[in-house]
């Protein structure tokens, strides 16, 4: 069976599941998306694409974005980005405070919201504008000068996000963050605000599934260590709560936001973007899971 | 032995302890104070006081303030106020976050800084202009009109307290701050921010040992429920993971404040303030301590 | 009104509440007990008794027995008894594992069951026959030659006590417990299955009350600063997570078990026991608490 | 290059850092194992097998036994095996009880040890004798019929293993075992102490790395959905708290041991066994971590 049929079956198979999931709905702009909404687009490292389904709208990545951050600190930064933020799994929900308390300051791995925060405290002194270049290195590296923050979801997470005000806070009263409070969660907010459609994130995260090389503009952005480094966190790292769980089901690195979309890669192999509002109890796409799950398993591509 | 003579034999007992201490020097202002200052200040509720050191001198009372913060709000608000501050004692050092993330945002007792954080979002509901009625009150009870805020003082503390932000944050996160964060900051710089002297503070904290009633201006503030209640926070939360300790050593309800001073008192007897800036590991005064101790051991006047 | 005035009539006041609380029935020795039983005795030192209800009737004194343990321990061995137990209240629920786990193995206090524990591992060291010790002792201060201990009960306890068993586990990983796990548990489980009524255990307190000195045998057991130390444990620790709630509402030291006692005593005049079977949700007797508030507020006698 | 080759390479690069691990000391029977021991087995699912160093040598697999447990439980019981045990990577170093309190006595996953000893007490009521179907199974999927447990290990770590009886005792009091505490601890002690040899590992081990197929009897322990979720929690927790290190470095799912020994597998491919007794202050093999990383960037053949 070839991509195109698995895709097309997928999209059968998960359609009945879409008004399992729950919307998140903690600010209007996530909370208003149709639920029912599902896409699925696969980009080979070969060229080929295959796509089904609402592929083509734009949804808010949120915390996909970490991954985008983290990738661009190291390639500036190098190694050092890891002095500031550890690389384990948390056993903690995804914003937990205890945890960071307890290890003075410094986060478990950049893809708890602690962790990105500090990665976003790097990028305002690695970089003059770091919005505009966050924006410049997502679209290099996806091939769509027209991907954008959207502000007003990021006001609006601005408004509510009380217990990331705590968390930079309470980083920054064990010295872990050099900036300015507001400014480094406005920046936070902004990058994970980004629009983009399961095209675009595909393309994009050839990055890493291509060892660092963009495949757009061939640039060569991480060393081999950054990219394991960066694929062995997503591995470990990238579902709150339930990356073990991902681990199984799926086999793949990958990461997800709340946002309803998920990425998975392959190295050497593809990059696979899947999209779905409803999220299931652990924060994460409930149908991207599932849909993610039946095509590793349909097409034997995990890593195990 | 008369208290006069008590007074003096433990200032020339404690002088020598005076450099053991360390002075709190997070910030500039309390940082260059001379930690050999010492003074002492009783007043017994039937008008006779007695004084000895450097009891005319001022300083900043710091966490002292918050026993006059919830004597205020009880005083306006009623029982109400304990629906958003829990009563019992704490097991963790006095600024730490654990215990409020697992207890869903409602701190332990109004003597920790959140708990004291709470109940300053209250005062700002409650009170047009809750700093001036602070003020008001303190002057009012202690009968000393010049009773003044230090504004370097609140804008030092303003400017380091990340910790303090992250407490606020997570309690709104949590929904039990009602205001904007930062005025609750502020305003809670400002109450922490009072300087006064021992005699002031004595005769302040009359208004506790009096049951409730204002020793200058004879006002009811606090009913005699009220005022239990309040004794035994100070007998229980008074001195961070100290209480057990003094509770002890002196056997007295009080209070005491990174800035050297201490506030005990025995209902219906007297109120007794010290200062000394030197703080042993506990963050309390260490020969503040002391001169407690000694004190109900020579007069044998402690609740036991 | 006289002092057998005042209990006859908080009989009848907290009869209508017998049936609010809840028996403990985790073994079936509590939970068979009558739960509308109750009964108060107060003994002053003056020499004086006044008794209501069910005042004759045994009952199973459990974690009241902390306190006599305590006594024993520090008569025998002195002020090194808190190398090995702190003395500061415990923010957690009595038989919490988390803070012992990061103190190192060290108890918060004496009468939380991890504390109590490491007081029995002391015992066992400091006599050859500990558990007859305990009864020579308890005996001989209550005045009362038939307290025993209950088999059944202690049996009972031994046999679903998974937690205690972890904490003592726990505790001797952290080297803090010296003698096999077994034998510490044997004892502690026959020290809580003491059964006493109201008059014994009144008259076993006023000990406490009394400064140290036995009121049967006048022998000095504690010297007064031991004295002054185990009553201010009794003051901030004396009921779990209800000892600030305890400590406004009664204003007295104390000490309450999960058979429905509590024991308060007012140093130099009394010693006060009251049971009630029925335990409100903190784990203390719901009609004992209420007794008691009544008491202090009518004889107007609490500590502050 | 050839495995040959490479093998040899390893160990002549890995021989100067012997000295730097530090060989586990809380029981005599590890403490005097000769710390410049190095071995190293391969086995290739295709038959072919290399070796290096001391690869002949038996020692203690200690916690490498947690897979087989968990191997031979899901072969029996099938998936209700994870209604019991978690299968989340933990964020607190391998033995904590802190988050086994929060999360009423359900363990994280498999591999710390409080899911293992869950693990042990589902194999009691499992198989009629437990013990003799481990050894039996671990035989038969390494081929080895001479595997022995070390009584003289097992009980040394009884001994000594108050933690261990801690974890037991808490997850009881929640209900989470089922057996006697002391047979449970018994069992598992028995299971932790078998010795074998890098050979022996390396060849018990393709049963993983087949898919859940014995490479000696032909036999299917595992379904395929089986295999991958035992894969998926190598991978996510294999390594306490060190497990994103050694997805970054190594890059394949695999479990250590305090007796220095590790296994690796690539699914499909081959089974890699390692032994060096010195551990890193994560309590994993210093040499043995180094020499697996070592490999896979060799022979580019880790999962990324």
Known sequence: MNYHDILARI?????????????????????KVDP?????????????????????????????????????????????VYERVNVEPSGDPFNSLVQLEY??????????NAGALVITDMLIDAFNDPKQSFLDFTRAVSGHLDVQCNPAVAESERRCGFKNSAIVNLMKSFGNIKNEVDRVLDLYYDFCSVDMNCQQLAQAFCLIANHGRGIVNDQKYLS???????????????FYDEAGEFAFKVGLP?????????????????????????????GNSLVGMKALEIFTTQTACSIF
């Open 11 to 31: 999209q059968e198979e998960v359609l009945p599941l879409s008004n399992k999931g729950k919307v998140a709905d903690y600010i209007p702009q996530l909370a």
């Open 36 to 80: 029912s909404k599902f896409g699925m687009y696969l980009h080979l490292l070969n060229g080929q694409s295959y796509a089904v389904g609402d592929w083509e709208e734009r949804f808010s990545i949120q915390s996909i974005s970490k991954v985008l951050m983290l990738c661009m600190a190291v390639s500036k930064l190098g190694e050092k």
């Open 103 to 112: 290890e003075r300051g410094i986060p478990r791995n950049p893809f708890i």
């Open 224 to 238: 081999e260590s950054q990219f394991k480094r960066i694929t062995a966190i997503m591995m470990t790292c990238g």
């Open 254 to 282: 990958g990461k997800s936001g709340v946002g309803g979309g998920i990425i998975a890669i392959l190295p050497n192999e593809f990059s696979l973007a899947v999209w779905s509002p409803g999220l299931n109890e652990k």
